[in-house]
């Protein structure tokens, strides 16, 4: 099992504790527990294909955790059948997988497999459509921290398979100087030396709002500057007066409109809050069909 899959594990079972609850009532109402069947998963819209592999999981889950199947169907396996690769760019009607195996397991996972594969598919999908509306230039598009809560892991994942990069994880793996905590600290400066002085080595960001606070993030050799709302025209002029001494990045309006602008200025990142906060899910569905 990967590292992610590991990861992913504890969020799944919720999931599937959330949705089974005491028993799946309509499919042990109308399915025997000895009937097998197979079914596929069918991509409706076009689209970037990910979390497959969490769907296999969800699967696996079920057939082997007694507690979430407490009327018989723990011990029945699925065989779960990629028929495309995570990251994949996929037409509508296209069988992106299949299953086989009890007809309880597979209807009784299927909301759960299918949640986290359309999400993911659907973040995975909107980016790429960043990446490759800012391609030509050298900026490479970030994910943030708009995620849903508890679901971070994967919501970043779908963003790696769309072809963008990752922003920090949490508030752990990078210090991110914003607005409110210059606020607090009175100042760009004090805060920088707040972090050096109590967490030494970790990477520093700092957000400034104009041109005065970046001339002070600059003199303090922070690792990246992000630029906070502005204008197409400012991020040009940071970028002159930057001149390559600092990695910068562009946050706050960023859309598939003006993405393409944003880039050509020469920015180094763009940070895009859409990728995660409000992606719609892609078009797939689970079409069962019955063993003879």
Known sequence: ?????????????????????????????????????QGRFLAKSSGIIAGLDVAALTYGLLADWDS???????????????????????????VIASA?????VLLTAERVALNFVQRMSGIATLT????????????????????????RLFDKR????GGAMNHRFGLFDMALVKDNHIAAARGISPAVRGIRKQYEGIEIEVEVAN???????????????????????QIGEAVSITAGRTPLEASGGVSLENVAAIAATGVDYISVGAL?????????????????
């Open 1 to 37: 099992m990967s590292k992610f899959l590991k990861q992913a594990k504890p969020a799944v079972q919720l999931a599937l504790k959330e949705d089974i609850g005491g028993g799946d009532v309509t499919t042990l109402a109308t399915i025997p527990a000895a009937t097998r069947a």
């Open 68 to 94: 979430l199947a407490p009327h018989g169907e723990a011990g029945e396996k699925v065989q779960f059948c990629p028929h495309v690769g995570d990251g994949d760019k996929v037409a509508a009607g296209t």
């Open 276 to 292: 995660t906060h409000s992606v719609p899910a892609l078009d797939i569905s689970f079409d069962l069909e019955m063993s003879v």
């Open 158 to 161: 779908a963003v790696a398979l």
């Open 100 to 104: 086989a195996g009890s007809a309880r």
């Open 211 to 233: 041109l005065t606070q970046l001339e002070e993030a600059l003199a303090l050799n922070v690792d990246r500057i992000l630029l906070d709302n502005m204008t197409t025209e």
């Open 128 to 151: 790429k459509s960043y990446v490759e509306a800012a391609r030509g230039a050298e900026a490479v598009i970030l994910d943030t921290r708009k995620t849903v809560p508890g679901l």
